[in-house]
């Protein structure tokens, strides 16, 4: 092993883990781009060899030595740009990566492709449509387009009698998909003997059918159609293995079966007599070949954490990180455990819970910041009252001078929003939750796509069909079933019966409304340029591409579609606000395709499609929103903030009780808890309420058991205000202890309680008999106090006036004085300090108060 001097020795065990000193470069110390790496990242700055692994800790700095590491190879003449392929999960963190290699190597950056899964197999299969019987303009259907064709699909079948629905078939497609099992492989295992999987087997036959028909693919088809063009076609696979000689791939512990088998098929070496084949074609193979004639395997890089794998619901398979080593021989693993986002304390919370899981290689974040502030934890009695407090702390740190959108509460399900939303209304909190319906999946907005894929891809009858009466043009449901019935008897496409729609001998109105809709597609069509060059050179990047010849921008083809169709001009005379919004966003859409094509001049229409269809769920996030964010702990992935709120940390919710029933699930959740952690930067607050509303009913809570793996020192817990004490007062809330030897079901699990024996099932009995004895406060410090239960509680108060000096009456926090009025009409809101509960903001149309 070589020592790697300036390595403080409680991080030499990590270094251990490097070895083979003669693959690295040996690159001179003062090298601009290893200046401020620390030893670690230097290290995997500096490495060259078949393949290596980075365990990159949480605020780790991983983006940057991926980007360093990408501009050394080129920097180095050790890779051309158009040999480094570098794959991210989201649009976001991609054109992150490409802005900061451009930073560093300017113009030398252009020709590497940085991109996502799907965005490279978009490129390679557009490019090598023909060898998998695709044209290269086939659509990508996403989730609706999908739901739509299985509704059809099982309607049809009359599988809804038996239990199918579209959502439960689409999962298990996907599943299957990023298993790498088409409709071939699962008819040849299916069992013949169940009826539901029959049934199953004919609903995936007829969507495979459909989609062919319609030359489309979904999302999981792209991964997977690559990785058979590979394998069906070696010669295919080898001008790709031969290209792209340093793979990158970021968030390696995310990856699914499909996108593993992507990775193996991009790094296989070429076998000799496929180069000589390449060779005999003209491809030029100097250069990359061994001295056996082939082509080595890529050099293979990648990043991630299996304390972040948390997508095991989409697919995500967490042994392609763990078995790294295993599956790729020779590979070197390099450790980044100092932090640079989050305080020690933080850090070290995180350390402590992520420790109970095994099957992980074993790292220790830490940070040269300083510990900062304690964890603050806090018990209420329900929903409402936790909601409260969340409602209170982010007030004070906005008085302190925290912006909103720099904090962020995290919850487990969905359905913890109600409390949250309901208090953070009353007390004029500003807030966004994240995740609600994004830009392109809003209704009027498909409907406008439609019309575009329509015109892209004339075989798309899914894109038709959505489009044959919006805006309404007396087309009902059982023409356009005469129509597609008409199309499958005579061997023809939907678009071609729509053009000839006056064989069917309709009414004049609707044979007339049919002609318009096919005349108006057809003028449309006629606006794109034509096919692109068939000389069979890879086409370059849109943004590159300035010598293709003028054709009618999108824009154009898109404002043409909307003036004809009537879409927009539909909505605003119907006079209802809502349509008003809906015409609005159509707009922003068009407006949208002209910042495209300023953006890349020269890209086609179905260039425009692809931008669209790959949009990523993060990219909506705006971080100047000005807000405090609400979002699942699932959505956090990736986010950071300076201050963080941990919701619901009860049994059954985080963990969640779906959990207990799953292989791994347990270990999944704890690995949620970790990752809400350590989005956190100066602080992190932990909360829970002793009694919560799920599926309509009230029920007592108990302690999530992650917090009894976090050391008592590192956390202050804040008690619900208030003289809250079990015992007729006599022994405090602010009670905790270790669980004992005996476990979860043991019987010494907590003496403080006042608990001895019976195992968990008298423990339940007990809670249920004096809950007050299962809250985790462990501090006795005396708060403010007010009304132990806060509720929810709102009115209308109509045109209710205050002005300072006034005093008023709240339902919760007792009589208070009223010190100044904010805001105008609905958003009027009034600062009031309280008797006993301090000070509030409260939004005065719905608080509920009154004057006294």
């Known amino acids: 092993m070589r020592a790697v001097p300036g390595v403080p020795s409680r991080l030499r065990t990590a270094m251990t883990l490097i070895h083979e000193p003669t693959e690295f470069s040996g690159q001179d110390p003062n090298d601009p781009l290893l200046l401020g790496l620390n030893p670690q990242q230097r290290a995997a700055v500096e490495y060259r060899g078949p393949a290596l692994l980075i365990v990159a800790g949480a605020g780790s700095g991983k983006t940057r030595v991926l980007t360093h590491r990408i501009a050394s190879l080129v920097e180095k003449r050790e890779a051309w740009p158009s040999q480094i392929l570098a794959i991210t999960f989201t649009n976001k963190a991609a054109g992150e990566m490409r802005e900061r290699v451009e930073l560093l190597l ?11 899964f799907h965005s490279a197999c978009v490129r390679i299969l557009r490019r090598e449509a023909a060898a998998v019987g695709l044209s290269s303009s086939f659509t990508i259907y996403d989730s609706s387009d999908q739901r739509n064709i299985l509704k059809r699909i099982i309607k049809q079948l009359a599988a809804d009698t038996v239990g199918f629905t579209p959502a439960a078939a689409q999962g298990r497609i996907s599943n299957l998909k990023n298993e790498l099992s088409d409709i071939e492989s699962f008819a040849r295992n299916v069992n013949t003997s ?77 076998a000799p007599h496929i180069v000589a084949e390449l060779e005999a074609q003209g491809v030029l193979v100097s250069g990359v070949q061994d001295a056996s004639g082939g082509i080595p395997g890529a050099s293979l890089t990648v990043v991630g954490d299996s304390d972040q794998s948390i997508y095991a619901f989409r697919g995500a398979d967490i042994r392609n990180i763990t078995e790294f080593e295993r599956d790729f021989s020779g590979a070197t693993v390099v450790l980044l455990e100092q932090n640079y986002r989050s305080t020690q304390n933080i850090l070290s919370t995180a350390n402590s819970v992520i420790q109970n899981n095994f099957d992980r290689k074993e790292k220790r974040l830490w940070t040269d910041s300083g510990d900062g502030d304690p964890i603050v934890g806090f018990t209420g009695y329900t929903a409402h009252d936790e909601a409260q407090f969340v409602a209170d702390e982010v007030d004070a740190l906005h008085r302190a001078g925290t912006a909103y959108r720099d904090m962020a509460v995290f919850y487990r399900t969905n359905a913890q929003t109600r409390a949250l939303e309901e208090i953070f ?29 329509a015109v892209a891809n004339p075989l798309d009858e899914l894109a038709l069909r959505r489009i044959l009466n919006t805006p309404k043009r007396g087309i009902g449901s059982v023409t356009e079933a005469a129509l597609a019935s008409f199309a499958e008897h005579n061997g023809l496409t939907f678009r071609e019966v729509l053009r000839d729609s006056d064989a069917l001998n309709f009414g004049p109105k609707v044979s007339g409304a049919l002609r318009g809709l096919a005349d108006l597609l057809d003028e449309a069509a006629a606006m794109v340029d034509p096919a692109p060059p068939s000389d069979g050179a890879d086409p370059e990047p849109v943004e590159h591409n300035l010598s293709a010849p003028h054709r009618t921008s999108v824009s154009d083809i ?244 205050l002005a300072p000096g006034e005093r008023i009456r709240h339902v919760d926090f007792g009589d208070g004085r009223v010190t100044q009025v904010t805001g105008e009409g609905a958003k009027r809101i009034a600062h009031i300090v309280f008797d006993t509960a301090g000070a509030k903001k409260l939004l005065v149309k719905i608080a509920p108060i009154e004057k006294i």
């Not at 590979?230 to 010669?235: E, I, T």
């Not at 295919?236 to 968030?251: I, K, S, W």
């Not at 100047?624 to 979002?631: D, P, Q």
């Open 106 to 116: 300017g113009s030398s950056a252009k020709g590497m492709w940085i991109s996502t």
């Open 194 to 270: 169940d009826p539901q999987e029959m049934m199953f087997l004919e609903i995936f036959r007829q969507y495979t059918q459909r989609l062919r028909a319609a030359g489309a693919l979904d999302f999981d088809d792209l991964i997977g159609e690559t990785v058979f063009l590979f394998r069906a076609f070696p010669q295919v696979a080898a001008l790709y293995q031969r290209r792209f000689r340093h793979l990158l791939v970021d968030e390696y512990q995310d990856t699914n079966h499909a996108q593993y088998s992507l990775i193996r098929e991009l790094t296989t070496p070429v």
């Open 425 to 453: 209304v009353r007390q004029a909190v500003p807030y966004r939750v994240v995740g609600g319906t994004k830009f392109y999946e809003r209704a009027e907005i498909k409907d406008a796509m439609a019309y575009l894929i």
């Open 558 to 801: 898109l404002a043409f579609l909307l003036e004809r169709s009537g879409l927009v001009t539909t909505l605003r005379a119907s006079g209802d606000p809502q349509d008003e919004t809906r015409a609005e966003n159509i707009e922003e859409l068009l407006a949208q395709t002209r910042d495209f094509m300023r953006e890349n001049p020269g890209a086609t229409l179905v260039d425009f499609l692809t931008h669209v269809s790959l949009v990523a769920a993060a990219d909506e996030l705006d971080d100047a929103s000005g807000t405090v964010s609400l979002m699942t702990l699932h959505t956090a992935k990736g986010l950071e903030y300076d201050s963080v709120f941990i919701t619901g940390l009860e049994e059954g919710i985080l963990p969640h009780q779906m959990s207990a029933h799953e292989p791994g699930g347990l270990a999944e959740e704890r690995r949620l808890f970790y990752v809400g952690i350590t989005r956190a930067r100066r602080r992190l607050y932990l909360s829970l309420a002793m009694s919560r509303a799920q599926f309509g009913e009230v029920s007592v809570a108990m302690p999530s058991r992650f917090l009894q793996e976090i050391p008592d020192p590192l956390i202050q817990w804040k008690q619900s205000p208030g003289t809250a004490n079990s015992r007729n007062g006599t022994s405090p809330r602010a009670l905790n202890a270790r669980r004992g030897s005996g476990g979860a079901n043991g019987g010494e699990w907590n003496e403080k309680r006042g608990i001895r024996g019976g195992g968990l099932d008298e423990i339940r009995g007990i809670r249920d008999r004096d809950p007050e004895r299962f809250s985790v406060i462990k501090g006795t410090t005396t708060t403010a106090q007010w009304a132990n239960r806060v509720t929810g509680r709102v009115r209308d108060n109509g045109d209710l006036t």
